[in-house]
């Protein structure tokens, strides 16, 4: 079955921006994604694969190898995947005093102290901003599905962790209504204890204003943030009610039974702390952690809703046993996945009868353009770049004698500037274009190709 099979090299767009957001602290961060997309198909209608990044919405980045892995096996079965930066961090506690070998204990275990969150409701206010940014991720990527020659109708979002946390509630909370707790306007959050300032940068702003809708403002194209699948690799949901509804995305889930960050079944969050910590009197009680339904728990939910349930796929690790302190000195403990590559394969053969569901047959979505992107890249020269004083030229002794299109797209694959010329040699005065990053898109009946150019 199409996209089950690893058959295609990629290659990968590094820091594309989708965006700019408040961070929790009140400064402004510049959102970037990584873009890994199948070289030598001829595809111009691949499904998309949106991957986030775990780390207890504090740490973690979009390089976390366990999400670069997933995506590299995806692209290799003839997905575009992105990995997607989105802001991490909340308000820390006023009250932290750790106690004997605290610090030498946490690095281990691979826990950070910016953990300890002034109240729980931090933990919905981070989970809400990463929410709203993983959605204006998937606008600004269906907004740009020329450009990446993928498909609007076959998008699907899955994430490590508290990336799968967010994935899970980007494909479920559609409805003004399921706002999460604590996302409106709330009290000032506390002054951090000393020992914790240095988790809120600057401009260290302690208000906690409205988070706003739960689509956030970014990239309102007129695409929206559906998805038909999820891939849940370690994740859970706050509320199980999110489930219902017609429509609802398909979830393929992965848990080991023995996690101690995240439980497979339904507890409090991590685990690891009553587990491996307190019993001992090690680090201070870590009480803001908020119950949540693991990946067997919510399987076990859609069992129980027999046909109204969406489908879905059980990859729970039973042989692992329960979740206790035998686990502890795992790194981390209970809490990676095992065997990527099987698991990338139980998903793709998962998602693609979904796929091919909903029209997408590879067999007769060719295009001139993924067919001849990797032979023709670097055929054309585009200097210089960056662009000086509105000026682009391009050469290219090679190409064939015929008049080519010219075509300046912005990051969000929107066209904003057109041309007609030869391109064996090519001048392009383009006065006044704003500063940023720009795709040159070059094509003919003959070939295309695409350049990445900064004005």
């Not at 095992?338 to 909903?358: H, K, M, Q, T, V």
């Not at 010329?421 to 005065?429: C, H, L, R, V």
């Amino acid at each position: 079955m199409p996209y089950t099979q690893k058959q295609f090299t990629f290659s990968v767009e590094k820091d594309i921006p989708y965006g700019t957001a408040t961070t929790f602290a009140g400064g402004t961060e510049n959102l970037v994604l990584d873009l890994y997309k199948p070289i030598g198909d001829d595809n111009c209608q691949r499904p998309l694969l949106v991957m986030v990044h775990g780390g207890g919405f504090i740490a973690g980045t979009k390089n976390d190898v366990d999400v670069v892995q997933i995506c590299q096996e995806m692209a290799a079965r003839g997905y575009v995947t992105a990995s997607v930066q989105y802001r991490l961090g909340m308000h820390p506690t006023n009250f932290y005093v750790p106690y004997a070998f605290c610090n030498d204990w946490l690095n281990p275990i691979g826990m950070n102290k910016c953990i300890y969150a002034s109240d729980t409701l931090e933990i919905s206010r981070a989970l809400y901003r990463a929410t709203q940014d993983v959605k204006g991720a998937i606008r600004f990527l269906k907004g740009r599905h020329g450009l990446d020659s993928t498909d609007v109708h076959n998008v699907f979002v899955g994430g490590s962790s508290a990336g799968a946390i967010t994935a899970l509630n980007v494909a479920f909370m559609d409805l003004p209504s399921e706002k999460l707790p604590f996302t409106d306007a709330q009290t000032e959050a506390p002054l951090p204890d000393a020992d914790l300032a240095s988790c809120v940068p600057a401009p260290a702003n302690r208000s906690r204003p409205d988070l706003g809708g739960i689509e956030g403002d970014q990239n309102l194209n007129g695409h929206d943030a559906t998805v038909q699948g999820v891939a849940d690799f370690m994740g859970g949901m706050f509320d199980l009610g999110l489930l219902a509804g017609p429509d609802t995305p398909a979830i393929y889930g992965y848990h080991r039974t023995d996690d101690l960050v995240v439980p497979s079944a339904t507890d409090r969050l991590f685990l690891l702390y009553p587990y491996c910590l307190n019993p001992v009197n090690l680090c201070q009680p870590l009480g803001t952690r908020p119950v949540i339904h693991g990946s067997a728990s919510i399987l076990s939910k859609l069992q129980g809703m027999g046909s109204s349930a969406p489908p879905f796929f059980n990859d729970i690790l039973t042989s692992y046993g329960p979740a206790d302190g035998d686990d502890c000195f795992d790194a981390p403990p209970g809490h990676s996945i095992d065997n990527i590559p099987l698991r990338c394969e139980n998903l793709s053969g998962f998602f693609a009868p979904i796929i091919a569901a909903n029209g997408n047959d590879p067999a007769v979505n060719t295009c001139v353009s993924a067919t001849h992107f990797a032979q023709l890249e670097m055929k054309l020269s585009v200097y210089p770049n960056p662009v000086v004083d509105g000026e682009l030229n391009v050469t290219c002794p090679n190409c064939p004698a015929v008049e080519a299109t010219f075509r300046l797209l912005d990051v969000t694959g929107r066209a904003v500037a057109e041309a007609e010329g030869n391109p064996s040699e090519f001048k392009w005065k383009m006065n006044g274009m704003p500063k940023g990053m720009y795709f040159l898109q070059v094509y003919s009946k003959q070939f295309i190709e695409t350049h990445r150019v900064v004005f």
